[in-house]
Structures are given as C-alpha cells and as structure tokens.
C-alpha cells in the first residue's frame, strides 16, 4: 500500500512537470433511456457529477484523459466510477486565452452504487460535444454521452433500453 502511495505520488509529480492543463468540473446530467419512444421523455436531472480531467494540448488538439463519478438513467439510476478519453479538435484559439473545440471519445465506467440490484457492473460508451475555455482558467463542456450497453442484467426486468444523456460541465482550469 505504502509504494503504491508513493508510485502514484511520482506520477503526479511527473505528469505535473510536464502538464499542459489540469480541469477540475462539476456537473449536471439530463439522463434517460432509449425506448420506443425518441426523446428524453422520461428523464432525470442529477446533480451529482463531477471529476477531474488532464489534457495534453498539441498544435489544434486537446488530448484529455478524466475520471470522474456520474450518474446515469432516468427509470433507473446509476453511479458510475467513470474513466474517460477524448480527443477535441481547437476550432478558436486566441491569445487571450478563448478557445472553443469540438470532442469525441468513448468512457468506461465501473458501477459504485444505484437503486436497482440488478444493474450489470460496468458501463461502456461514447461521448461528443463541444468545449469551451475562457480567460484560461475557465471550462464550459457540453456534450452527449451514449452508452454501448444495456443497463440490465436481463430482459425480465424490463429494462433492455440504452441509457442516453445530456451532460454540462464547469471547470477551474489548473
């Protein structure tokens, strides 16, 4: 336990020496399943998402690895420990320190809690949006997040739609 402190310590230190941005964001989801009926018809606000992000900035590109805790579902709900990479092409780049890009990337995340004992342990999926910094210290991401898989363990429960969601993110920018 002791050297995996301090081998992850050492990693933070070298990532930190080396960083090009640290994003520290909270969030809010608009969460639902997919169904026979489009839309978000039956979806949940939470309010209980948030993580932190490090980004390796490269000429036009932001290359981000995040982990973060998210709930997902609106007819169930779901934790998620939630692992996440994307890539985001710079649109706008100024020296003022204003830039506005477009995302996409897929997430895996590990269930921590939820409501529904029947939930499968993991969740696989894809994310894109758009993101948006400002003065340099400043985050707005907003996005859409599909999941890959079915929430449910089975079909007798009821519950064989995919979980959708509509994400907005704000961030400190280290």
Known sequence: MKKGVILFVMLCLALSANAQRWTLW???AISDETGHQSGFK??????????LDYTWMVPKWDLTLGAGLNTKGGQYITNYA?????AAYRFIDTDSGFSLSALAGPYFGIKVS??????????VGWQV??????FNHISLKVGYERALTIP???SRHGFDDIPHTIFIRLGAVF
């Open 26 to 28: 909270y969030g809010v």
């Open 129 to 134: 949006g758009i993101q948006m910094i400002v």
């Open 152 to 154: 449910a363990k089975g």
């Open 42 to 51: 039956n979806a949940e606000c939470h309010f209980s998402n948030f993580g």
């Open 82 to 86: 939630q692992l996440e990479a994307n």
């Open 114 to 123: 939820d409501g529904a004992m029947y939930a499968k342990p993991y969740s």
